[in-house]
């Protein structure tokens, strides 16, 4: 009874916020990338903004257009809410397949953030919990396991991306282009989204920052701004595997540069 009850009550929401956009279709931004790659930082910027309302990874599954429609309703229960934004968020780091016509929604914005491997996989073998952080974070087992999922995730976001590219939709980014070409990366991602509102280094702190399982955990994410300054600790790579990872990070950062809708001024990185 509770949860028809429950069901109800979203469906006379969603029908709210349907009438209060005068029938017009939601419009939605799903960050495409991988863990550790910054998304949770570059969630925080982007909902900072007036036009964006999001909190971080909802775990949906978005296996049709329909299913994509159920974001808005879920957004706004979940920060309490009842006035609709321009745009809502979710963010993407598993491969939870979309399709073809998921991917060319006119409704929906997939932006494609990567960040270079050595950093990537010794960051997630150090702080993601439930997935290395109970096991030696040197032994080779895990951080091939890692390295696995990272070059696997590539191959999807590229996929992806080729699909995007024939709408002339793809926009792509990496960490490093946040760190040290910011005010790019902002341009880009105001045209791409139409902002009303400029993006900032600086960003108010979410409701649901650090929460487990919907973000970053760390202290560093609730420092209200972009931080240079960190310090990761240092885990050694065995060279072969390294060497593979660089290889294919290149690869990948190449090949998504040259079918980019808008890139920043950068070249592949190690």
């Not at 397949?97 to 409704?107: A, I, K, M, T």
């Not at 953030?113 to 050595?118: K, L, P, S, T, Y």
């Not at 240079?228 to 595997?241: A, E, F, G, N, T």
Request: hydrophobic residues 35%; aromatic residues 8%; contains cysteine.
């Amino acid at each position: 009874m509770k949860g028809a009850i429950k069901h109800l009550i979203k469906q006379l929401l969603a029908c709210g916020y349907v009438l209060q956009r005068g029938g017009r279709a939601q419009r939605k931004v799903i960050l495409l990338g991988h863990m550790r790659c910054g998304s949770s930082l570059m969630v925080q910027i982007l909902t900072s903004n007036p036009d964006i309302a999001g909190y971080g990874e909802t775990h949906n599954h978005y296996h049709s257009v329909a299913e994509l429609e159920t974001l808005p309703t879920h957004i706004y229960l979940t920060l309490r809410r009842y006035r609709p934004s321009r745009l809502v968020l979710d963010k993407i780091l598993h491969d939870h397949l979309l399709s073809e016509e998921v991917l060319l929604s006119e409704s929906c914005t997939f932006p494609i953030m990567a960040r270079e491997a050595i950093s990537s996989v010794r960051s997630m073998v150090t702080t993601i919990p439930d997935w290395f952080e109970k096991h030696n974070p040197c032994s080779e087992d895990i951080l091939t396991l890692a390295a696995d999922y990272y070059r696997r995730r590539l191959d999807t976001l590229c996929h992806y991306a080729e699909t995007l590219s024939r709408i002339g939709r793809c926009w792509y980014f990496t960490y490093a282009d946040l760190m040290e070409r910011s005010a790019e990366v902002f341009r880009m991602l105001q045209e791409c989204l139409k902002l009303r509102y400029p993006l900032s280094e600086r960003y108010a702190i979410g409701p649901k920052a650090g929460v487990f399982n919907i973000g970053d955990r760390s202290d560093n994410i609730k420092r209200g701004y972009i931080d240079r300054s960190i310090v990761r600790d240092p885990i050694v790579i065995p060279q072969k595997l390294a060497e593979t990872l660089i290889e294919h990070y290149r690869s990948f950062d190449t090949q998504m540069r040259k079918i980019s809708t808008c890139i920043t001024d950068s070249s592949a990185r190690t």
